[in-house]
């Protein structure tokens, strides 16, 4: 660097990718000319396969092997690099932050949105062939059950990366909603097994949160409901329940 101080050189932030050393003040036109004279040079020396007539040796069989040989390594390292890239935009991500006990208003999609890194969804939008347009400035949109399932998809995905800590508002809802319709702690268990919600002692420390926030509140307004604004309440004395 000392000694050719016109030299350029640039390290990249990933190990695997080589260093890059470039002249300062390189002109562009000179880059435009080298080019074409060396797609000219290649063009020549092109293959005319109407004009063979001979026979196909061991050399060439080397030479398409290692040609397909070259082709696997440049797409493990693309597709390595991808992996880098979108492991970086899932660790940037700054991690969830909900009041606690988080309500059901805090598990929207705007909250999914806030910890899933668009480039994540959009790479497995364009894997799962749900799209074709090349974006990463916003969330791709996919149409019908296929952007629900993808989006619990990512929310998986962000939640084992950073070893459970970082909540998704599909990790709390679904443990929820098989504690109030299951019950069961085995069941919640199970599926927290498999990444898909919070544990089961999580599930236990919402819900006594949840009571002991109704509990300390001492207003006579439930929860989602708005003072001096008209309500219809109706009883069914036969089954013994209100409906609002």
């Not at 101080?5 to 435009?32: G, T």
């Not at 092109?46 to 290692?66: A, Q, R």
């Not at 916003?138 to 800590?165: C, F, H, M, W």
Request: hydrophobic share 35%.
């Amino acid at each position: 660097m000392k000694s050719y101080p016109q030299l350029v050189f640039y390290v990249p932030k990933m190990r695997n990718v080589s260093e890059i050393v470039y002249v300062e003040n390189l002109d562009s036109s000179e880059l435009v000319e080298e080019h074409m004279s060396n797609k000219s040079e290649n063009n020549d020396e092109d293959f005319d396969e109407e004009s063979y007539t001979g026979t196909i040796d061991d050399d060439d069989l080397n030479s398409n092997t290692e040609t397909e040989g070259n082709s696997k390594v440049n797409e493990l390292q693309i597709l390595y690099n991808a992996a880098l890239i979108l492991r970086q935009k899932v660790q940037d991500i700054p991690k969830l932050n909900l009041p606690w006990p988080p309500l059901a208003s805090d598990l929207t999609i705007d909250n999914v949105q806030k910890v899933v890194p668009c480039e994540l969804f959009n790479v497995l939008a364009w894997t799962c062939g749900f799209s074709s347009e090349p974006t990463l400035s916003e969330y791709v949109p996919i149409e019908g059950k296929n952007s629900s399932k993808l989006t619990s998809i990512v929310q998986d995905l962000v939640n084992l990366a950073s070893g459970g800590r970082n909540l998704t508002p599909k990790s709390i809802a679904l443990a929820m909603a098989l504690r109030q319709l299951t019950g069961s702690a085995s069941v919640i268990s199970l599926l927290s097994g498999f990444g898909h919600c919070m544990s089961h002692s999580f599930v236990l420390c919402h819900e006594t949160a949840l009571a002991q926030m109704n509990i300390s509140n001492d207003s006579a307004i439930p929860p989602g409901f708005v003072s001096d604004v008209p309500t219809t309440l109706a009883w069914d004395n036969a089954f013994g329940q209100g409906y609002i």
